[in-house]
């Protein structure tokens, strides 16, 4: 079976529809990148990308996540040109959602795509109707794909875990990280995390779309990406567009450029405020003390407390909430004085310190849905 083409074109405002495959053929405009610079230049700052990172040694052994996309489907593209120069050895994962009735044909297509290069693919699924507490549909299903893909990248003894993030991604997250009142660390996308990694992270997605046009790729569009219930949607079809069409025309590489800034300043900040966190914490391990946090500065103090929420309780740091804890901190807040954050979790004044308490379920019960976002950074 070839792989399927249509010559099918969306308009940006169409967001409902069954999913279809989408070709450009070769010669097509490119926008402002050429079609011959395009393929140059996006090979090239993939292995600067690479390079960076100390990644996709010669050798080394990549599993690239496709899920039939255009982003994925150009990664996948782009790799098979480096593993050539390089040497690498890679297999192709896909995990079918099963949230679409056509989507086994993305699997299809997807083993058609590694077949076509002579690799092997792992296809996986999840199951759409699993629940956990106070995760969103698109978090569980984000959580579930990652379990898979990283089993598979260690039974095959993978180097290297890849997915197609491009700059777009992180300037749509940075902005709703904001719009969804998220302190600055969660606003930032790392480009490596061993052993995931984001080759694309240099690349805009027109520049993504044109080096498509100059390969003739065919690709799968999912038409649940248009659906406008989801918040990262809304963020890429309805906010962004409209802030750059009155008065931001470069909102997105500012956005961008602003990460950049913010990953390296956290970099810095995130060591201190460890520790900081460390010579805070109680003997029980659950509650931090007010002594070592006298004259630090509102910076590390901030982002110390975000890191006790996330790695003690387990708590989405907002900043509401933060802002809450940091007010128990207080010399003048009150002894029993207390923040209820649902499914029977309790942050309470003490005489000298703040401590994190999880009753149990059956008296407090759990957190609605909308009292956590997705998660951190979405590899």
């Known amino acids: 079976m070839g792989l399927p083409r249509s010559a099918t074109s969306r308009s940006a405002d169409e967001f409902s529809g069954a999913t279809e495959v989408t070709s450009r053929e070769p010669g ?34 990549v599993l690239v996540a496709c899920s039939g996309g255009l982003d994925s ?49 792992y296809l996986g699924g999840v199951d759409p109707t699993s629940r956990a507490m106070r995760e969103s549909p698109e978090e569980r299903l984000r959580a579930a794909r990652h379990a898979l893909l990283e089993a598979e990248a260690q039974r095959w003894n ?45 690349v805009w997605r027109d520049e993504v779309r044109a080096y498509a046009t100059m390969r003739g790729l065919a690709w799968r569009e999912d038409s649940t990406n248009r659906d406008l219930a989801v918040p990262r949607n809304r963020i890429r079809h309805q906010t962004l567009p409209w802030l750059e069409a009155h008065g931001g025309p470069a909102l997105r590489r500012s956005l961008v450029t602003c990460a950049a800034e913010l990953r390296d300043d956290a970099d810095h900040l995130a ?17 931090i003390s007010l002594t070592a946090f006298a004259d630090r500065s509102p910076a590390l103090t901030r982002r110390a407390v975000a890191l006790w929420l996330r790695t003690t309780g387990g708590v989405e740091p907002r900043r509401s909430v933060v802002v809450d804890v940091l007010a128990l901190m207080r010399p003048d807040a009150r002894v029993g004085s207390g923040l209820d954050l649902g499914g029977g979790l309790r942050i309470e004044r003490k005489e000298a310190t703040v401590e994190l308490d999880r009753r149990p379920s059956a008296e407090f019960p759990p957190a609605p849905p909308s009292a956590r976002v997705e998660g951190d950074d979405p590899f």
Do not use: N, Y
């Not at 060591?271 to 509650?287: D, I, K, N, W």
């Open 28 to 61: 097509a405009s490119g926008g402002e990148w050429g079609p011959h610079s395009a393929r140059r230049d996006l090979l090239e700052k993939v292995l600067r990308r690479l390079d960076a990172c100390r990644a996709a040694r010669p050798g080394q052994r």
């Open 158 to 202: 993978a180097d290297w875990l890849a997915v197609g993030h491009h700059a777009d991604d992180q300037a749509e997250w940075m902005l709703m990280r904001l719009l969804q009142g998220v302190t600055p660390d969660g606003w930032v996308m790392e480009p490596v995390r061993p052993p995931w990694i984001r080759p694309l992270f240099d």
């Open 73 to 121: 489907t150009v990664l996948l593209d782009i790799l098979s040109r480096v593993a050539e120069r390089r040497a690498l050895h890679v297999r192709v994962a896909h995990v079918d959602h099963r949230v679409r009735p056509d989507s086994c044909e993305d699997a299809l297509f997807v083993r058609e795509l590694a077949a076509a290069r002579g690799w092997e693919v």
């Open 271 to 287: 060591r201190e405020s460890a520790a900081l966190l460390h010579r805070a914490l109680t003997e029980s391990g659950s509650g």
